[in-house]
């Protein structure tokens, strides 16, 4: 029967008297262990995991069917990752790239292809577009694309492979390494 509870048991505050001993049990284990923590200023940002971004592409020349070049790029950049793949609608076509921070932590990734360049822009952006804009970089033309979320696809046709570029780098840094894919001799 209910009036033969207690009488501190009768009212809203049984629950807060009850939940009151497991919370402080919970925090103390937590403490014990050390899985906890506070920091009111948010994460600080760490390196950038680091990816032999030469190596891989030494390796790439040994397996493709067209020219790898190993650009020499800035020191502060750090090669972060890297993939070789094929196209992903199915067709033929392999790609190979190399994803960089650069030295104001911006992204650029770098893209070797023996696809169509409209290939290429798809397998960056996931749909074909059409060109909004040209530079040239390195003494070559680019052909520069928008992806959906608004990041530049800087692409260019020299025969035997497509390179391409992408990511929030500033248009300097793209002109940058667009001269410095150029300067670099073929592997392959």
């Given at each position: 029967?209910?009036?033969?509870?207690?009488?501190?048991?009768?009212?809203?505050?049984?629950?807060?008297?009850?939940?009151l001993?497991?919370?402080?049990?919970?925090?103390l284990l937590a403490a014990l262990a050390g899985q906890?923590?506070?920091?009111?200023?948010?994460?600080?940002?760490?390196?950038?995991?680091?990816?032999?971004?030469?190596?891989?592409?030494?390796?790439?020349?040994?397996?493709?069917?067209?020219?790898?070049?190993?650009?020499d790029?800035?020191?502060?950049?750090?090669?972060?990752?890297?993939m070789r793949g094929e196209s992903e609608d199915g067709g033929p076509g392999i790609v190979t790239w190399v994803g960089y921070v650069t030295d104001d932590s911006l992204y650029l990734r770098y893209s070797q292809a023996d696809m169509s360049e409209e290939?290429?822009?798809?397998?960056?952006?996931?749909?074909?577009?059409?060109?909004?804009?040209?530079?040239?970089?390195?003494?070559?033309?680019?052909?520069?694309?928008r992806a959906a979320n608004g990041e530049p696809i800087w692409?260019?046709?020299l025969g035997?492979?497509?390179?391409?570029?992408t990511g929030s780098a500033t248009r300097a840094q793209f002109t940058d390494m667009a001269s410095k894919i150029m300067e670099a001799e073929p592997l392959s």
């Open positions: 029967m209910p009036a033969d509870k207690p009488r501190i048991l009768q009212d809203n505050r049984d629950m807060l008297f009850t939940m001993p497991l919370v402080v049990i919970i925090l906890c923590s506070f920091n009111p200023g948010g994460p600080e940002p760490g390196p950038p995991p680091q990816f032999n971004a030469e190596l891989a592409l030494e390796y790439d020349a040994t397996v493709v069917d067209f020219p790898i070049r190993v650009p790029v800035s020191d502060e950049w750090t090669a972060n990752s890297g290939e290429l822009v798809g397998y960056h952006t996931g749909d074909p577009a059409a060109p909004e804009d040209s530079d040239t970089a390195g003494g070559t033309d680019w052909r520069i694309y692409v260019t046709d035997d492979v497509r390179i391409g570029m």
